[in-house]
């Protein structure tokens, strides 16, 4: 089985590339440096196309609007850092979709702990997502005409996003998958990077996932994104408005997380239904959630921080007027609960498993929700922003459109 280069053979690449440079016979002592100068460069592009691409995505926090996203909503959200998804592909003789030696467990040393690791984990690992990408890309780029070369890779990844913690694992993987198929082709610049989170999402919905854009909008676009889902802005152009923010407008934001999280993939369900079935009150609720998106934009704009710690907390109470405690489940309502003992605001990052909190109060304030979650038995850290993932050619592509 084809396998991820190590430091070791890209060591070994690189010095193959020194030791040809040193191939080349000074013909006199002007053209020397540029005979050296432009056949590296030609070298450095052989060894990276032959090592192939390592593409990262970052873990999503909604900070407000979720979940109407799904609802033709708005939504503001932002990438931390600290959480990522890695996809790595290089070209090989066959077609590999590589599993991971631990999200894609096969072998067990019994049946208990074959019992015990689903129980846990679930039945699924990363690999149908990686397929799945390569499907839709696949699909899209034959229905719009982008020709494909015909070579062949191994793709592989690795996580460190928590599982099930609303941080938005899953399309994590799809993002930065696609994000390598896009160089590896050399099709970046012919799909526009609005339409990147519908081939996320699709690859998604391919798999029965039930999600909403807002998460792949975040991940494509990294940093912080405010985003609107209206539906004459779909209509009209098959994808939202999305606006890249400046980070620095966002105040110190602390992530709350359980280490046994609920299942964020279910938490839609009813809601859905309800909302298709014409259900006013669930009408009514998502369009109050999207205007605290609307609302927050402009409190992030002014750095009214006390306004922005209001609607954190209206949006969670929106939330769950609409799906109720069974279906928030109370593990994930105790994170809000802890972090509001305190005075802090607070709500889920997305549908459950990690909330994100902000101490308006300042450092005592901050020194209280640590003990407090400490001795609730969660998780804190602060959040540290990812910037924009976007390259300057795609940040013009978005100013001139």
């Not at 090989?92 to 999200?103: A, K, N, R, T, V």
């Amino acid at each position: 089985m084809p396998k991820i280069p190590s430091a070791s053979d890209v060591d070994n690449e690189w010095s193959e590339v020194r030791r040809l440079q040193t191939r080349f016979v000074p013909i006199d002592k002007c053209s020397i440096l540029n005979i050296r100068r432009v056949d590296f460069s030609c070298l450095q592009d052989m060894a990276a196309a032959e090592m192939g691409f390592e593409r990262r995505a970052y873990a999503r926090v909604g900070l407000l609007g979720n979940p109407s996203d799904v609802y033709g909503g708005r939504a503001l959200s932002f990438t931390i850092a600290d959480f990522f998804a890695t996809v790595r592909l290089r070209p090989s003789p066959e077609l590999l979709i590589q599993p991971h030696p631990y999200h894609d467990l096969v072998a067990f040393p019994s049946l208990s702990q074959l019992v015990s690791r689903l129980q846990s984990e679930g039945y699924y690992g990363g690999v149908r997502l990686l397929m799945s990408i390569c499907k839709v890309f696949y699909n899209h780029c034959i229905q719009n005409n982008i020709s494909l070369k015909a070579e062949n890779f191994t793709l592989s990844y690795d996580t460190n996003i928590p599982r099930q913690a609303g941080l938005s694992g899953s399309s994590a993987i799809v993002c930065a998958s696609l994000s390598c198929l896009l160089d590896f082709y050399d099709v970046r610049h012919l799909i526009k990077v609005e339409m990147r989170p519908n081939l996320i999402l699709n690859a998604e919905k391919e798999l029965g996932i039930v999600a909403g854009l807002q998460d792949r909008v975040a991940q494509v676009y990294g940093g912080l994104v405010y985003m609107d889902f209206s539906k004459e802005h779909m209509d009209k152009l098959g994808h939202g408005i999305y606006m890249p923010l400046d980070v620095n407008l966002l105040p110190p934001l602390y992530l709350i997380y359980a280490q046994n999280p609920s299942d964020s993939g279910k938490v839609h369900s009813s809601v859905r239904q309800r909302w298709l079935d014409g259900d006013a009150f669930i009408i009514s609720r998502m369009k109050e959630v999207a205007q605290v998106a609307f609302n927050g934009h402009k409190a992030l704009l002014q750095k009214d921080y006390t306004e922005l710690a209001r609607l954190m907390n209206k949006n969670f109470d929106l939330r769950r007027e609409m799906f109720g405690d069974d279906v928030l489940g109370s593990v994930n309502i105790r994170m809000v609960e802890v972090a509001r003992s305190v005075g802090a605001a607070s709500k889920f990052t997305g549908s459950g498993g990690a909330v994100v909190a902000l101490c308006p109060d300042g450092d005592t304030q901050v020194e209280h929700l640590h003990k407090a979650c400490q001795e609730a038995g969660f998780a804190v850290q602060k959040v540290k922003v990812a910037p924009s993932v976007l390259t300057d050619e795609e940040l013009s592509s978005l100013l001139a459109s």
